[in-house]
Nanobody
């Protein structure tokens, strides 16, 4: 059974930074792409960023491109999301996710992912 545990959320002022972490267990972490999603109140869950199994390729939503950076440490079975220049519209619960299948492609839709963490709240004040 795959388990994903996020940490690092919190309250920050606009323009500030946070670093989210997601610790994975239960299967060969380094063989799978990983993704971060977020869900704001009353809105659908949306893709934020994804990283390939090796860490050599990344993919970002247009709304966070240039401000967020996804990375992974396969030796620690952990994926990170560095968030800079945070805006009030970034306020949401952030989820780490893992797909069911291996592959070179970085999935970017909710249905592509099988396993989810419990989420961590990020609140950006204006």
């Amino acid at each position: 059974q795959v388990q994903l545990v996020e940490s690092g959320g919190g309250l920050v002022q606009a323009g500030g930074s946070l670093r989210l972490s997601c610790a994975a267990s239960g299967r060969a972490f380094s063989s799978y792409a990983m993704g971060w999603f977020r869900q704001a109140p009353g809105k659908e869950r949306e893709f934020v960023a994804g990283v390939s199994w090796s860490g050599s390729s990344t993919n970002y939503a247009d709304t966070v491109k240039g401000r967020f950076t996804i990375s992974r440490d396969n030796a620690r079975d952990t994926v990170y999301l560095q968030m800079n220049n945070l805006l009030p519209k970034d306020t949401a619960v952030y989820y780490c996710a893992a797909p069911l299948f291996r592959g070179e492609r970085i999935p970017s839709t909710v249905n592509d992912y099988k396993y989810w963490g419990q989420g961590t709240q990020v609140t950006v004040s204006s």
